[in-house]
């Protein structure tokens, strides 16, 4: 099969706003996140007694901390006219009406899962005078999870549908 004249999308990492390249503009993200990483989990390893002690939570804290620092650095360091151009009016492209009703059967299904959870834990803590023993955090994480999953899978069908 040729081409067709279609382009293979690229990684538009941008070009930085002193120059140089590519590898430029990685090492400079990577090096300042690095940076802000190391100097904000010193701060909070010293400010905050950890149980674990200094060196176990400040490891923990620089891995947290390095890509997010780092995705910061980059809108710092990246030339905005260097990026490619979005769409002129996104809400009316193809693929966002795919996401528009994917995100509609999630949300019903959301509404619907999350009002019959919340029967079923008002009456068993009414018939059983206990209250739930699994953790509510874990509990709204689990249904994060599936939503997301939910979200995922409709919007492949609705794309594999309408392609």
Do not use: H
């Amino acid at each position: 099969m040729g081409n067709r004249g279609i382009e293979p999308r690229t990684l538009a990492l941008g070009r930085s706003r002193f120059g140089g390249g590519k590898a430029l503009m990685i090492t400079l993200v990577l090096g300042s996140g690095l940076l802000a990483t190391v100097v904000l989990s010193t701060l909070i390893s010293l400010l905050v007694d950890f149980d674990e002690g200094f060196w176990p939570a400040w490891i923990n804290l620089a891995f947290t901390f390095w890509l997010v620092a780092s995705a910061i650095a980059w809108f710092v360091f990246v030339d905005r006219s260097a990026l490619p151009k979005p769409a002129v009016n996104p809400e009316q492209t193809v693929e966002q009406n795919w996401r528009t009703r994917a995100q509609a059967g999630v949300y019903r299904d959301l509404v619907i899962f999350l009002g019959l959870g919340c029967v079923a834990a008002s009456l068993c803590s009414l018939l059983a005078d206990q209250p739930l023993s699994v953790p509510v955090a874990l509990v709204f994480a689990g249904v994060v999870w599936i939503a997301l999953l939910d979200y995922m899978i409709r919007y492949q069908l609705i794309k594999r549908a309408e392609s």
